[in-house]
């Protein structure tokens, strides 16, 4: 099967509980209008750099989180070179998240990776 330059792959993704609580636990934090985000270097300065994304009860219905992730997941797909290599970033969602539209999502997403990763 031919590989998707675009793919968001396994080793692209936070999947487990502690590393999620890692990040945000050990991780910058930096906020936009819609997201919280926590970054933080991994042991590897090398490797891929990891999504994940949590969205609460608390910012709508199931359908409007999964609006959400769909739309975190495709911003960070479209846009990896945003990110450097060796980074886990986690996404929380704020209650305006679900207002978003992708090209919203796109700059607050840009606005902070410049404002982290263009020192």
Do not use: W
């Amino acid at each position: 099967m031919p590989e998707r330059p675009e793919a968001l792959r396994k080793g692209s993704r936070l999947r487990k509980r502690r590393q999620f609580l890692a990040v945000q636990g050990e991780g910058k934090k930096l906020q936009s209008r819609s997201f919280l985000v926590f970054v933080r270097p991994q042991a590897d300065a090398a490797g891929p750099t990891r999504l994940g994304i949590t969205v609460s009860r608390k910012i709508g219905s199931a359908v409007e989180r999964n609006h959400v992730k769909r739309l975190v997941r495709e911003v960070f797909r479209r846009h990896k070179a945003l990110f450097p290599r060796g980074v886990d970033v986690v996404f929380v969602a704020k209650r305006a998240a679900p207002e978003l539209s992708y090209e919203q999502a796109r700059a607050e997403v840009e606005g902070l990776c410049e404002r982290y990763f263009q020192r």
